[in-house]
DNA sequence: TGCGTAAGCGGAACACTGTTCCGTATAGTC
DNA sequence: GACTATACGGAACAGTGTTCCGCTTACGCA
């Protein structure tokens, strides 16, 4: 999960956190939810620490990348959405679920102001973001598009990093989205993995 | 053109410009365009003043917002590309045409470092942009659309903005785009706008 | 319980960047 | 050549990301 030594209570257990560390993280996880929401996630440092009540260095110090901390931030959604996916298999027909598992990841990113243009800002901070986000719903959408081109739905010729990468794009809205865009071209381009010649 | 009462020796060609006024634009418009190709779009305007041989005074003394320079630089091309549409259209069935049409745009913004990116972000910076690549492609993608529609080739219910904005965004790339990525994604908006349940 | 020390703290300092503004320079007209 | 409007450059300023160092806190051990 996270990519560098930093937020050590989660990554190993057995490593011995100060209590003061602890709480530290925890206010700063607090208030980067909350900046995050009303602000987006790539609201100012300082923004974020006058909301927790720490030093921007006590930031840097747990999570040196911002990456990380977006990442710590929403990493029990992020589960959530790709966990929801073998349900939703086993729920509907193939076709279905792949679109109902989409239409979620769609949400996922619409409700998190910025998070996609992180992801393709090739900025530094966030470095590792996009690989976390892959090693998560990769996998996911991969299993959803094998079942759906095995029932003879869609086409079976489409790279799932590829469409994951389309959708998230596709989710931050523009200067002319209005409601329901994203929702309208991730459809069309379903469509388009079921429109054969 | 231009959205703000800059360059103007463009917009107004009967308002008197000094002689080193101009000197100043064009030195600007040639380093800007040499450096948003090799730094992007959004490259710091110490690069550009520095290159072009000027203070920063007097670049937002002619640009005062970055979408006027990004503007200027791009103008010519842009033009071509939304005049190539009705040349398309005569040469090429309707969906042919779309096609092609659409792959020319996408080349453009993929030439474009960053300018996709921008057009996106919502800074104030690239205020008037949106609008201005609007006010050009969205009549040349939306008689490619009539046209291919009309031809019962593609069904009648896309926005121009909508896939136009679309292909902008696709065309962004990602962490994970590889040779090819936005043609395939651009490739299936145009399968999913064939397809009828 | 007290001590020693490692871990952790906060925020000033620093570098970078967008933008403004003012004293000086230049261009154009008469 | 003189006058004046236009244009100049870059220092100053504010915002932001990041580092680092003197000070503080927490924890383990005797």
Redesign the pocket.
Known sequence: MPTTESAAVDACPDK??????QR?MDALLTAAAEVFASSGV?A???EITAKA??????L???Y?L?SDLVAAVFRHELDACADAAPVLAEQYEPMEALSRWLERLQGFFATKRGLSAALHSGDS?YEHLPDYFRSRFVPALGSLLDAAAAAGEIRADVDPQELLNAVAQLSMGGPIAGEGYATRMVQLLLNGLRYSD
């Open positions: 011995r956190v100060r209590a003061d560390a530290s790539d100012p440092v300082r009540g720490v030093g921007t260095g006590t840097y110090r747990h040196p911002r901070a």
